[in-house]
């Protein structure tokens, strides 16, 4: 069997907001075909346009190739020897950012083909099952645009969220900082009023979680908030400080008491690396696209194992993502909870209509389809009418 052609779907919402804190508004998906007649499908989590010139521009010299002409012909059974062709065939265009970001969508695609080929879901292809099921926490992030309406609706999706079932829900909580809520600026005791509303909605048993999204300017600042919520029995507080300030990590590892998590924007196990040995982190949150796709993914949980830390993997695209994380996690033991977007739950379209992950939430746990593959549905017709969508709105 031998790789033939790649498409690139670049996505958009309709009446996309460019100001607007989520990448749930786009995506580029990627199709890997063979002569066999059988397919893949990945997606990551970069400006599509970006990602999609990354795997189709053509190359100029042997560290600078072509992501699309290195692929075809080759064999897709390969995958982690392709992983490595790829990684060092565009080293001098990657090694990092928007490459590998490509890189990762490629692999998920390349993972999902040859778990068709030989008829087995992904995770018997990631080391094999060894967890029956995986516990995913409901991900929040309402659109808002005042401190009030924000506020209510957050305590009322983290609410509803435990109805639906679940029994660990993540709050996006940002009033401050470059990923503010649509610009909100609010002193700090709002964000502590905020997590005070949500952990009276959803109870005490519910393991709770907090995403600040980089708001703190310096340890010191996230030192005084992340002290008074020690109270809230939180599981994590991810991405407190800017990914850079791994000192500033160490710190808030050392001098308080809430798990710290981060590693979504970052590229490699290298990377990762520097986050669990020189920021201290105990919860390591690689995103399986972004990070370089499941083979490197994989990597990553290993050398968190062998630290003694969690995996808990970031995603904030659709059910492609989401499937990827569960075939993860069911293969990696040191992996408690992935993030999830319940459809009920999310203010973008595109997430809800794209792909069907395959999976349904039964006491609080899903598991991946057992089919071969990532198993995901994916609907043609909407992924037609975004990617009609985004020809319409940028024409290069």
Same mark, same amino acid.
């Given at each position: 069997?031998?790789?033939?052609?790649?498409?690139?779907?670049?996505?958009?919402?309709?009446?996309?907001?460019?100001?607007?804190?989520?990448?749930?508004?786009?995506?580029?998906?990627?199709?890997?075909?063979?002569?066999?007649?059988?397919?893949?499908?990945?997606?990551?989590?970069?400006?599509?346009?970006?990602?999609?010139?990354?795997?189709?521009?053509?190359?100029?010299?042997?560290?600078?190739?072509?992501?699309?002409?290195?692929?075809?012909?080759?064999?897709?059974?390969?995958?982690?020897?392709?992983?490595?062709?790829?990684?060092?065939?565009? +080293?001098?265009?990657?090694?990092?950012?928007?490459? !590998?970001?490509?890189?990762? @969508?490629?692999?998920? *695609?390349?993972?999902? %083909? =040859?778990?068709?080929?030989?008829?087995?879901?992904?995770?018997?292809?990631?080391?094999?099952?060894?967890?029956?099921?995986?516990?995913?926490?409901?991900?929040?992030?309402?659109?808002?645009?005042?401190?009030?309406?924000?506020?209510?609706?957050?305590?009322?999706?983290?609410?509803?969220?435990?109805?639906?079932?679940?029994?660990?829900?993540?709050?996006?909580?940002?009033?401050?900082?470059?990923?503010?809520?649509?610009?909100?600026?609010?002193?700090?005791?709002?964000?502590?009023?905020?997590?005070?509303?949500?952990?009276? +909605?959803?109870?005490?048993?519910?393991?709770?979680? !907090?995403?600040?999204?980089? @708001?703190?300017?310096? *340890?010191?600042?996230? %030192? =005084?908030?992340?002290?008074?919520?020690?109270?809230?029995?939180?599981?994590?507080?991810?991405?407190?400080?800017?990914?850079?300030?791994?000192?500033?990590?160490?710190?808030?590892?050392?001098?308080?008491?809430?798990?710290?998590?981060?590693?979504?924007?970052?590229?490699?196990?290298?990377?990762?690396?520097?986050?669990?040995?020189?920021?201290?982190?105990?919860?390591?949150?690689?995103?399986?696209?972004?990070?370089?796709?499941?083979?490197?993914?994989?990597?990553?949980?290993?050398?968190?194992?062998?630290?003694?830390?969690?995996?808990?993997?970031?995603?904030?695209?659709?059910? !492609?993502?989401?499937?990827? @994380?569960?075939?993860? *996690?069911?293969?990696?033991?040191?992996?408690?909870?992935?993030?999830?977007?319940?459809?009920?739950?999310?203010?973008?379209?595109?997430?809800?209509?794209?792909?069907?992950?395959?999976?349904?939430?039964?006491?609080?746990?899903?598991?991946?389809?057992?089919?071969?593959?990532?198993?995901?549905?994916?609907?043609?017709?909407?992924?037609?009418?975004?990617?009609?969508?985004?020809?319409?709105?940028?024409?290069?």
């Amino acid at each position: 069997m031998r790789i033939t052609s790649i498409d690139c779907h670049v996505l958009l919402q309709p009446a996309f907001d460019i100001t607007a804190a989520s990448s749930a508004q786009d995506d580029i998906v990627v199709e890997i075909h063979t002569d066999e007649g059988i397919s893949g499908i990945g997606e990551t989590d970069v400006n599509p346009w970006i990602a999609k010139a990354c795997i189709e521009a053509p190359g100029s010299h042997n560290m600078g190739v072509g992501l699309t002409e290195l692929l075809v012909g080759l064999d897709p059974m390969d995958v982690e020897g392709i992983w490595e062709r790829m990684y060092v065939s565009t +080293a001098m265009n990657g090694r990092r950012g928007a490459v !590998i970001n490509a890189i990762g @969508a490629l692999d998920i *695609a390349l993972h999902d %083909l =040859r778990g068709k080929a030989l008829g087995v879901p992904c995770y018997e292809l990631l080391g094999g099952a060894v967890q029956s099921s995986i516990t995913p926490y409901a991900s929040l992030q309402p659109e808002t645009n005042s401190y009030a309406e924000y506020r209510e609706s957050l305590i009322d999706w983290a609410q509803r969220a435990v109805n639906l079932g679940f029994h660990a829900v993540k709050a996006e909580i940002t009033l401050e900082g470059p990923f503010a809520h649509t610009g909100m600026r609010e002193p700090w005791e709002r964000s502590t009023e905020v997590l005070a509303g949500v952990r009276k +909605a959803v109870g005490p048993d519910t393991s709770l979680m !907090i995403d600040v999204q980089y @708001a703190f300017p310096d *340890a010191d600042t996230a %030192l =005084r908030v992340l002290k008074t919520w020690e109270e809230f029995n939180l599981f994590f507080v991810e991405t407190p400080l800017w990914p850079d300030d791994l000192e500033g990590y160490r710190r808030l590892a050392d001098e308080q008491s809430i798990p710290i998590a981060a590693g979504e924007w970052l590229t490699t196990r290298f990377e990762h690396l520097d986050l669990m040995d020189r920021g201290g982190v105990r919860i390591v949150q690689p995103d399986i696209g972004r990070v370089g796709g499941l083979t490197e993914a994989k990597r990553v949980c290993q050398l968190a194992a062998d630290r003694g830390l969690s995996i808990v993997p970031h995603l904030w695209k659709t059910g !492609i993502s989401v499937a990827a @994380a569960a075939h993860l *996690a069911t293969a990696t033991p040191n992996c408690p909870f992935i993030e999830y977007m319940p459809a009920e739950l999310t203010a973008s379209g595109l997430r809800r209509d794209l792909a069907d992950d395959g999976m349904t939430l039964v006491d609080g746990k899903v598991s991946p389809s057992s089919g071969p593959g990532l198993g995901i549905d994916i609907n043609r017709d909407a992924l037609e009418y975004y990617a009609a969508v985004a020809r319409e709105s940028y024409q290069p």
